[in-house]
């Protein structure tokens, strides 16, 4: 079984919804394209081809407390590794992760069957993938 971790640094950037260019043609925003390119060249080194197996994602999306709050509350967020509950969402964050990773670390996003996914606060902003193949039937 493989398994591995790695940290992407930086922000993690949502992924942006599909636009429509002139011609009538879907095109995914620079950003997010960008953030995806990030991701899969992060993953590239540790991955010597994708894998084709099941597998275990555990993705923690970390970011710094806003330069707003106090010195003892970001102090407190970023000990404690506090939930973040603001904006954006979630589960736009994971698209990005996913479609970055697709190719990469693994054939196909349909090989993931568990995902555990988290967003808290820390030193900095970054995102932190581990994965782990698990059996599966197919």
Known sequence: MTA????????????????????GRVFTPKRTRDYETLVAETVRPYVKEPLTGGLALTIEVIKAPPVSWSKKRR????????????????????KSILD???????????????????????A???????????????
């Open 4 to 23: 591995g971790a790695v940290t992407i640094m930086g922000a993690c950037i949502p992924k942006g919804r599909p636009r429509l260019n002139y011609y």
């Open 75 to 94: 102090r407190e967020a970023q000990e404690l590794g506090l939930f973040n509950a603001k904006r954006p969402d979630l589960d736009n964050y994971i």
């Open 100 to 122: 970055g990773l697709n190719g990469v670390l693994y054939k196909d996003d349909a090989l993931v069957s568990k995902l555990t996914v988290s967003k808290r606060y820390g």
């Open 124 to 138: 900095f902003d970054c995102v932190i993938v581990s994965w782990e193949e698990v059996a599966h039937a197919g």
